[in-house]
């Protein structure tokens, strides 16, 4: 089963409730994650958006907690599905955050699955293990 499958059931095994597109307003719907629309619709709140404050840091702390979670299965498994640069190139929270919402406005197909598939298939996609 590939890493990125193993990594969709390992998370729903370890019983980790993940809460579930451009510039949209953020509305309550948004904040529970469900597809990888409702993530990029926080990642790409306005700043104007009343909810903004909250979407963004929601949207941040969805990904780096994937991030993490990708690191400690991939570590056990030995297998990446993608590789972030070091140094200068690795992009920092709010780089990352405009490459997801680029990519899931590249990606309209992508707006009705599982948050979870759509950051690392995003994520993929931008940093591919050499």
Known sequence: MPLIDRLK???AGLGMAMLSS???????SHFLIDTTGD??????ANPEDPNYS??????????????????ALAAELKEDVYCLPEGDARPSRNQATAMFVE???SNP??????ALDGVLSWAAA????K
Not at 54 to 71: L, P, S
Not at 109 to 114: H, K
Not at 126 to 129: G, L
């Open 39 to 44: 993530l990029a619709t926080l990642c790409g």
């Open 9 to 11: 059931y390992g998370a």
């Open 103 to 105: 990519w899931a406005g």
């Open 22 to 28: 451009h510039a949209m307003a953020a509305d309550e």
């Open 109 to 114: 197909d992508s707006a009705g699955t599982e």
């Open 126 to 129: 931008a940093f591919p293990c």
């Open 54 to 71: 909250a979407a963004i840091h929601m949207c941040q702390g969805y990904i780096i907690g994937i991030a993490h979670f990708h690191h």
